[in-house]
């Protein structure tokens, strides 16, 4: 029994749950942005075999839910520095758990957004191979569900500075 | 906008139309004009048309295949050529292009041919690579009494000692290893016994009925074959070359077929009666002499008249140098009704503003503008694409503005290399004066100040608004509801003006914990005191002014509390205006974790290159990302909140009948007008 409590003593230490809080900082976005821009890449491979011209076009599109993956990136990195767990800080619990929970709104902010964004991107993938002149505007919609994701980014960013 | 009619004789239909073509400031319109007692009807498409446009699918299919043999400089950046079209038309360039454009097409299906001929030798070729050894003609394969088989069979089912055995005579050709080629003779009588045997091998029998030679002869012509093909595709190869030198002349002719094609397509907007044609369109005011100069060569009658009202009169905007670079982004809201205010003047000094609070660094600013302005001299873009350049490149001036007030450089990139190459700082580069200037500019830095930052943002917000307001308050007044004017927007400025005193003792305390000065907090309290009573006035200024004009109590008191409600509408408006914390946060968080991950390998020559690569590709990707975000959030700030408080839309852009240009620009008309 010792040895078990001993295991989880030795495991759910400070620095370990930071090092949990910039995995899920990471994690989760990157999930919800691969998938988006699975579903956007597909979306296009249908459109290139028509016209393989608008694959220029069809970039933005599917790089727009990429940014996602990136933020969770950013507070990850932002984790590690400020925790100073690799300056070999020891960080309480309690601590630990703040940058858990620091880490939730880019987390779930950005894996959400992400596959939302994908959907909207997908639509503007519909749109130029119908209306190759109106993707500016497709563009500019996706975009526009990207601000949650900001501003997911933005809180974690506050918390963890 | 003036409206044009012009009566003239059908045989100048074709001349007219081209010269409104180049004229450039006329809109053809589809229009029935008022008949009287003439019988008008639309000129229908005729034959032309289709031949145009099949001309041009032939040069579209032409070009590229020029392209690929010309040894002229590359694309991007290359000037278009200006050139007499008429001059090209009547000197017979304009012909010989089209004949050069023919002899492509034939030398590219003579190409294609070949390559299937090629294809399809080099297949026989391989099927008879294992008969090379055989030395009988290929196709006598039985005489009367016997029957003789070509063919082949895995070599793990070969069966020599059965087939001998069921009276064939066979002959070993040769074998690749899994295959194994040979020939069976018999006689006509054993068939029955070979084909058990042969099936049994799981033969595939091979048919060379067409070739009378032996698979040596054979396999030597089709080599002949195959490089006197060769040899005609390199003399095909340097036709093209010589045929590409024309390859200017064949651009510029697809330009005088597109413009012939726009104006067949213009002229179907044309009413005719038997002998005459009839053409209504727009024109800006200004260009009144120019058409009336352009159409003075012809026999016609004109007429240039204001728009009467119920007209659908198209709106052309017209801005300094400036602000006409943003007119493109009310063009992807809406235009403005004809008449109506144009907002692009206010709209790009905001737009310029905010662009700027949003994506505060002077580094990215500085690559905006070497970027846009560059590329615009350089690569000499079309009118659509240059606007947008010279746009961006405004906003880039803003970033750099901004970035030098509020301490951008991508990101802290200054403090990061003093602290990284200059032990002497001993890593606390901040704390010095210019590192302190580097980080916070001359404010302070929206990274370690969010809070002060955010009230930025937010008093941004009120003065937009406030300007939309006035907007408003000015179009109101002009179109002689003065009272209403001053009722619907005054009430809120007095409100506004008292939560603008009452805000620096609460902005204060959520900045610094530490108390202020005595007398400075004596000073904020007597304001924020001050400003309450201000706010109230100007709470019971809506509530009772707001229903000035309104004919009974109760629609009074009714406009008076929506006045009220509406506060609401304007907290969220003014609320939105945090997106702009948000972005020039989250930009420059991002180039500052950028210059972190290249400060972590900064040793030695790999380490620097590393370092080098590691923050081009960062700083690119953190400029695309927020460039876009800051694109569109500085647009939304003025569709939604800006334009919500004044803009009536819905106004038709004015689009003239153009000539095609891709390629080139004609003088021809600009000369003749000159001389005239």
């Known amino acids: 029994m010792q040895v078990i409590f001993d295991i989880i003593k030795n495991t759910f230490t400070g620095n370990n749950l930071a090092i949990l809080g910039a995995a899920i900082a990471v994690l989760l976005p990157g999930f919800g942005s691969a998938r988006a821009v699975n579903s956007v890449a597909r979306a296009t491979a249908g459109l290139i075999c028509e016209e393989p011209q608008k694959y220029g076009k069809s970039m933005l599109l599917q790089a727009l839910p990429m940014t996602q993956g990136i933020y969770g990136m950013v507070i990850a990195f932002l984790i590690i520095i400020f925790s100073g767990i690799t300056a070999g800080e020891v960080l309480t619990i309690e601590q630990g758990f703040y940058y858990v929970f620091a880490s939730l709104p880019i987390a779930l902010g950005g894996w959400y957004s992400a596959i939302r964004q994908g959907e909207v991107a997908v639509a503007g993938i519909s749109v130029l191979a119908k209306q190759p002149d109106a993707v500016g505007k497709a563009v500019i919609s996706a975009s526009f569900v990207e601000l949650y994701a900001i501003l997911a980014l933005l809180i974690s960013i506050l918390l963890v500075l | 906008m003036k409206k044009l009619t012009v009566l003239a004789h059908s045989s100048d239909a074709d001349a007219i139309v081209r010269r409104m073509l180049h004229l450039k400031c006329v809109q053809i319109q589809r229009s029935m004009p008022e008949a009287g007692e003439l019988s008008l009807e639309r000129i229908e498409s005729d034959g032309k048309q289709t031949e145009i446009r099949e001309r041009m699918a032939h040069i579209e299919a032409a070009m590229p295949r020029l392209a690929k043999y010309s040894t002229r400089r590359g ?338 990139l200054p403090v990061a290399i003093m602290n990284n190459f200059f032990p002497q700082f001993g890593g606390q580069a901040q704390n010095t004066a210019v590192g302190h200037f580097f980080n916070n500019g001359v404010f302070f830095n929206p990274v370690s100040s969010s809070i002060p930052f955010l009230f930025v943002a937010l008093g941004m917000g009120e003065v937009h608004l406030v300007a939309g307001m006035a907007v408003n308050m000015v179009l109101t007044w002009k179109s002689g509801k003065r009272i209403q004017a001053l009722c619907e927007n005054i009430p809120y400025w007095v409100m506004f003006a008292g939560v603008d005193l009452m805000a620096p003792l609460a902005a204060a305390g959520m900045i610094s914990s530490d108390p202020l000065a005595p007398q400075t907090q004596a000073l904020l309290e007597n304001l924020s005191g001050i400003g309450m009573y201000v706010m109230f006035v100007g709470i019971a200024m809506i509530l009772f002014l707001k229903g000035i004009g309104e004919k009974t109590v109760f629609a009074w008191l009714i406009k008076g509390l929506g006045g009220l409600y509406s506060l609401i509408s304007f907290a969220s408006d003014l609320l939105s205006y945090s997106r702009i914390l948000a972005l020039g946060l989250v930009a420059s968080v991002i180039a500052q974790v950028i210059n972190m991950l290249t400060s972590l390998g900064a040793s030695g020559p790999v380490g620097f290159i590393f370092m080098v690569i590691v923050m081009i590709l960062g700083h690119g990707l953190n400029l695309a990302i927020n460039l876009l975000g800051t694109f569109v959030h500085a647009a939304r700030l003025q569709y939604i909140e800006f334009f919500g408080k004044f803009y009536e839309d819905g106004g038709e852009a004015f689009k003239p009948a153009l000539p095609a240009e891709e390629y080139s620009e004609d003088t021809s008309f600009v000369l003749n007008e000159t001389n005239n």
Not at chain 2, 96 to 121: C, G, P, W
Not at chain 2, 128 to 133: A, D, E, F, S
Not at chain 2, 186 to 191: G, L, P, V
Not at chain 2, 320 to 326: D, E, Q, V
């Open chain 2, 75 to 412: 694309g991007i950046g290359r000037r278009v050529q200006r050139l007499d079209r008429a001059a090209f038309v009547a000197d017979g360039r304009a012909e010989r292009a089209y004949l050069a454009v023919e002899r492509t097409l034939a030398v590219k299906s003579r190409m294609d041919e070949i390559v299937a001929e090629q294809t399809r030798n080099e297949a026989a070729m391989q099927s008879l690579l294992p008969w090379l050894n055989y030395d009988a003609p290929l196709n006598e394969v039985s005489s009367a009494h016997t029957a003789m088989q070509l063919g082949s069979c895995l070599v793990k089912l070969y069966n020599y000692e059965a087939l001998e055995a069921a009276g064939a005579y066979v002959e070993d050709v040769s074998d690749d290893g899994k295959t194994q080629y040979f020939s069976v003779t018999y006689h006509k009588e054993d068939e029955e016994a070979v084909t058990a045997a042969l099936d049994k091998c799981a033969f595939l029998k091979v048919n060379f009925s067409d070739i009378s030679t032996t698979a040596q002869a054979a396999y030597d012509e089709l080599e002949r074959c195959q490089s006197a093909l060769a040899e005609e595709n390199s003399a095909l190869i340097e036709t093209l070359m010589d045929l590409s030198e024309s390859l200017d002349d064949i651009e510029v002719l697809y330009d005088v077929e597109g413009t012939n094609l726009n104006i067949c397509l213009q002229k179907q907007k044309l009413y005719q009666t038997q002998n005459c044609i009839v053409l209504a369109g727009w024109l800006p005011a200004a260009a009144e002499e120019r058409v009336l100069g352009g159409l003075s060569a012809f026999e016609c009658a004109c007429e240039i008249s204001e728009p009467e009202e119920g007209d659908e009169v198209p709106v052309l905007l017209r801005n300094n140098p400036f602000s006409g670079t943003f007119e493109w982004v009310i063009e992807m809201y809406s235009y403005p009704k004809y008449g109506g205010f144009d907002p692009t003047l206010i709209m790009s000094i905001f737009y310029f503003l905010i662009f700027g609070l949003m994506f505060a660094d002077v580094g990215y600013g500085l690559l905006l503008v070497l970027a846009c302005f560059g590329g615009v001299k350089l690569l000499n873009p079309k009118e659509g694409l240059k606007r947008m350049m010279l746009m961006f490149g405004y906003c880039g001036i803003s970033c750099m503005i901004m970035g030098v007030l509020f301490g951008g450089w991508f990101g802290d």
